[in-house]
């Protein structure tokens, strides 16, 4: 493995890469591919859906786009998750829906009680560690370090811009403003409106700062970076070694392709 990140490291331009951490190992995806490195050896290898690329230039529903994209590995059928999980993730996403027809202040403590559980849920196990490892194996491959950080000897971060965790810290404050201004008459489908649209709009946000090299701009991400703190752990040089798994079944096929 050490010989074959080595020679990725060479590699002067490599597709940008996201990921996902899992209690049993570490999702690595590009926009092509996808690998998930068990803890437990495995590794199961896929492709990644491809919209059309008008979508992609759309204001808000390139962010959605993109946004399903990301979790696709997590809802699709052979892919990281267990039939179970997905329903439970499924459930998570429609019971805001029907928050909308709670009070408001009902409303507001069912989300935060389901967001909270939700995070509790997917951050089980050694998913904290493998999520910090899972960040650091991402800084390995834009550093061109993977070889060394495979060794042992470099040690990227484990914090990361692109974290869901930025994304979720962004999320949060748009949907409550969104919901306060919004005109229409509580329903379902203003209920889906409602969060569809704080997505997108949280989307576009993320992508401006992201694209942005003002400090005032990337001071938005903040928040999300400190929350990192607490949903990542430092990983284990044999946690790093999963993510890097990933991460190079993904690079090798994105350079032969």
């Not at 590009?30 to 059309?52: H, I, K, Q, Y």
């Not at 889906?192 to 997505?199: F, R």
Request: hydrophobic share 50%; glycine share 8%.
């Amino acid at each position: 493995m050490h010989s074959v990140l080595a020679g990725i490291d060479r590699v002067q331009v490599l597709p940008r890469l996201g990921g996902m951490a899992r209690p049993d190992g570490v999702a690595i995806i590009s926009e092509r591919f996808w690998a998930f490195a068990g803890v437990d050896g495995t590794l199961r290898e896929g492709t990644m859906p491809a919209p059309r690329s008008r979508l992609r230039k759309v204001p808000l529903l390139r962010g959605l786009v993109r946004l399903g994209l990301a979790t696709s590995p997590l809802f699709r059928r052979g892919g990281v998750a267990q039939p179970r999980e997905r329903l439970l993730l499924a459930g998570a996403v429609v019971a805001p829906l029907l928050f909308a027809f709670l009070p408001e202040r009902a409303s507001l403590i069912a989300g935060l009680g389901v967001t909270f559980g939700l995070v509790l849920w997917l951050l089980r196990g050694r998913t904290l560690a493998l999520h910090g490892a899972e960040h650091r194996a991402i800084a390995a491959a834009e550093e061109r370090r993977l070889a060394e950080t495979w060794s042992g000897a470099a040690r990227p971060t484990r914090f990361a811009t692109r974290c869901g965790t930025n994304f979720a810290a962004l999320v949060l404050p748009v949907a409550v403003v969104l919901q306060r201004v919004w005109p229409f008459a509580p329903t379902i489908y203003a209920s889906a409106a409602v969060v569809l649209l704080s997505l997108a709009l949280t989307m576009e946000l993320w992508l401006a700062v992201e694209g942005s090299t003002r400090r005032v701009a990337r001071a938005v991400l903040l928040p999300g970076l400190g929350l990192q703190r607490l949903t990542t752990r430092e990983p284990r040089l044999e946690e790093t070694h999963v993510a890097l798994r990933a991460v190079e079944s993904v690079l090798r096929r994105e350079l032969a392709a």
